[in-house]
């Protein structure tokens, strides 16, 4: 099996994690953000995770709106599995990132596309993990059949735009 297959998570994934409660608010969100150059955070009640957040999920939220409010559930994986796991269960889950954690389920750390896209043999299983626009893996939404990042998104002025051919 070529080296890139057996990376482990741990090799691979962001730490140390920063973390928000439900009750932060969009701004304290994007504070934390800016501040430890991060984009996705696990959301805590307590000491518990129970969801997860990206920064393209605060886009069109009030900046006094709670991060509970837009989280979503986490995906989770444990720290003994390899990057192609982690590759797969972002694919199957149509999720981002997934949160890795310790065989006690403790959180451990964040692995992203992003950090499995210079894994070229893993990169080949998210190859369709991609703005259909501008091909970067980053902050991508489904927004009806398109799957796009939040800036070209935010960029369609007409659905047109993103025509890739075969029109008139």
């Known amino acids: 099996m070529p080296e890139a297959l057996r990376s482990p998570l741990p090799s691979l994934m962001r730490q140390p994690l920063v973390a928000l409660h ?3 608010s969009v701004a304290v969100a ?3 953000a800016r501040e430890h150059g991060v984009h996705h955070f696990p959301v ?5 995770v129970v969801g997860m957040l990206c ?10 709106q709670p991060v509970g409010d837009l989280m979503h559930p986490p995906v989770t994986i444990g720290e003994d599995r390899l990057a192609t796991d982690a590759a797969m269960l972002m694919l199957a889950a149509d999720v981002g990132s997934v949160l890795v954690t310790a ?3 403790v959180p451990r750390g964040i ?3 992003s950090d499995l896209n210079g894994e070229a043999p893993v990169a080949a299983i998210l190859e369709n993990c991609r703005c259909e626009a501008c091909g970067t893996v980053r902050h991508l939404q489904r927004f009806g059949e398109r799957q796009l990042c939040f800036s070209c998104k935010e960029r369609a002025v007409e659905p047109e735009a993103f025509d890739t051919g075969g029109g008139d």
């Open 22 to 24: 439900v009750f932060d």
């Open 30 to 32: 994007l504070d934390a």
């Open 44 to 48: 805590c009640d307590r000491e518990r």
């Open 55 to 64: 920064t393209c999920d605060l886009q069109e939220a009030t900046p006094e």
């Open 103 to 105: 065989a006690d389920g």
């Open 111 to 113: 692995v992203t596309r």
